[in-house]
């Protein structure tokens, strides 16, 4: 496939938006859009967005994440696309495998990888006396982390010490009334904008589903996709897993943390 193919792949992506039923809001079409891994679409419909809209803030911080995501995703298939010029095949390998982590529906990437993949298999079979690729092009690689249960230390537990470890929300059945209560003192801080008080309220233990853990999870969600866009990976991982403890079917923040684990595991 040579590099026009890849970037005219990447662009068609665009003319399939809204080739399916989506959504009236821009936020919402994005968001269903972002479920199907099409992240140009998404970018798209995000910056349909009016400045005035209430969701302004949140699809802007959606959009700077996405973009990052499309962007490295790219930059991986370009330096993918000039080490299998340079027959160094085994590190472009890593290079589409890490593209398809950050972005898994990206068709270029996993185009390329099947295709060199296969070329090192043909190339494997082959006498020695018949290549001619200095040995000192091609390289091990690092093993990439594919799973969460691979993940970084970032994503364990991130709750202050001396607090026991907090259990996702729905795991056990809280005390009612301790678990109003709760809410209630979240609600206020919420208001107040005071997010971290209230984060430190709802880890203290488990609590019912409302609203208002809907919005805290909200918040923390959207600042966890500021600092990703910003390029402060940790932060934003650490942020990623306290929704997930929040909310552990957290579709989005299992998605984008993912991306960011690939990010910090490329050399």
Same mark, same amino acid.
């Given at each position: 496939?040579?590099?026009? =193919? ?13 080739? #399916? ?18 992240? *140009? ?20 911080? *959606? ?10 995703? #790219? ?23 890490? &593209? +398809? ?11 390329? *990888? ?38 970084? @230390? ?25 678990? &109003? ?16 008080? !209230? +984060? ?5 233990? @488990? ?5 208002? +853990? #809907? ?6 969600? #959207? ?13 934003? +991982?650490?942020?990623? !897993? ?6 552990? =079917? ?6 984008? &943390?993912? &991306?960011?684990?690939?990010?910090? =595991?490329?050399?």
């Amino acid at each position: 496939m040579t590099r026009r =193919a890849v970037l005219a792949s990447l662009a068609g992506s665009l003319l399939i938006v809204g080739c #399916q039923s989506l959504p009236e809001g821009d936020l919402a079409a994005a968001e269903v859009l972002l479920a199907r891994g099409d992240l *140009l679409g998404t970018i798209v419909r995000l910056d349909r967005v009016p400045p005035a809209h209430p969701d302004y803030p949140r699809s802007r911080a *959606l959009a700077h994440a996405t973009e990052r995501r499309v962007r490295l995703s #790219q930059e991986l298939v370009e330096s993918g696309l000039s080490l299998r010029a340079e027959w160094r095949d085994r590190e472009a390998v890593e290079r589409f495998e890490r &593209a +398809l982590e950050i972005w898994p529906e990206l068709d270029s990437a996993r185009l390329l *990888l099947d295709a060199t993949r296969a070329r090192v298999d043909a190339l494997e079979k082959l006498p020695d006396v018949l290549l001619d690729v200095p040995s000192g092009d091609v390289v091990t690689t690092h093993p990439v982390v594919t799973s969460p249960e691979a993940a970084s @230390p970032l994503m364990e537990s991130a709750a202050p010490e001396g607090r026991p470890p907090f259990s996702p929300s729905g795991v056990r059945n809280p005390d009612r009334s301790d678990s &109003a209560s709760r809410l209630a003192a979240i609600q206020e801080k919420l208001e107040r904008g005071h997010l971290e008080p !209230a +984060l430190v309220i709802a880890e203290s233990g @488990p609590l019912d589903a409302s609203p208002t +853990l #809907q919005r805290l999870v909200g918040m923390l969600h #959207q600042r966890a996709l500021m600092r990703y866009g910003h390029g402060a990976l940790e932060l934003a +991982l650490r942020d990623w !897993a306290r929704v997930l403890r929040l909310d552990a =079917a957290h579709r989005e923040a299992k998605e984008f &943390a993912a &991306a960011a684990r690939a990010e910090l =595991a490329i050399d």
